[in-house]
Nanobody, 127 residues
Framework: EVQLVESGGGLVQAGGSLRLSCAAS????????IGWFRQAPGKEREGVSS????????YYADSVKGRFTIYSDNAKNTAYLQMNSLKPEDTAVYYC????????????????????WGQGTQVTVSS
């Protein structure tokens, strides 16, 4: 059974840091891209970051560039999102997702490219 389990969310003050983890089971990372998406109340889900586990290529939304870092440990089948300098507007439920490579659209922000999704973890940044 394929599972993605996020952890590491919580409440943090603006300027603080959190590290989200996405532990995968039931498949191996090597042929997959791992994406992080978020959805704030009343807003559409948006892509935050993505990494291709086969070559390490990473992508970031403009809103998080320079503050967030995505990386993966393929031996542990786990991906991480290090979030620094958090802002209140980063408040959202964060989801990790896995999609087999290559993407048909070559676009890491297309949620339809991802085959598996986690249940989400809440990140709340207070001002």
């Amino acid at each position: 059974e394929v599972q993605l389990v996020e952890s590491g969310g919580g409440l943090v003050q603006a300027g603080g840091s959190l590290r989200l983890s996405c532990a995968a089971s039931g498949f191996t990372f090597d042929d997959y891209a791992i994406g992080w998406f978020r959805q704030a109340p009343g807003k559409e889900r948006e892509g935050v970051s993505s990494i291709s586990s086969n070559n390490g290529s990473s992508y970031y939304a403009d809103s998080v560039k320079g503050r967030f870092t995505i990386y993966s440990d393929n031996a542990k089948n786990t991906a991480y999102l290090q979030m620094n300098s958090l802002k209140p507007e980063d408040t959202a439920v964060y989801y990790c997702a896995a999609g087999i490579l290559p993407f048909a659209t070559h676009n890491p922000w297309v949620s339809g490219e991802y085959d598996f999704w986690g249940q989400g973890t809440q990140v709340t940044v207070s001002s």
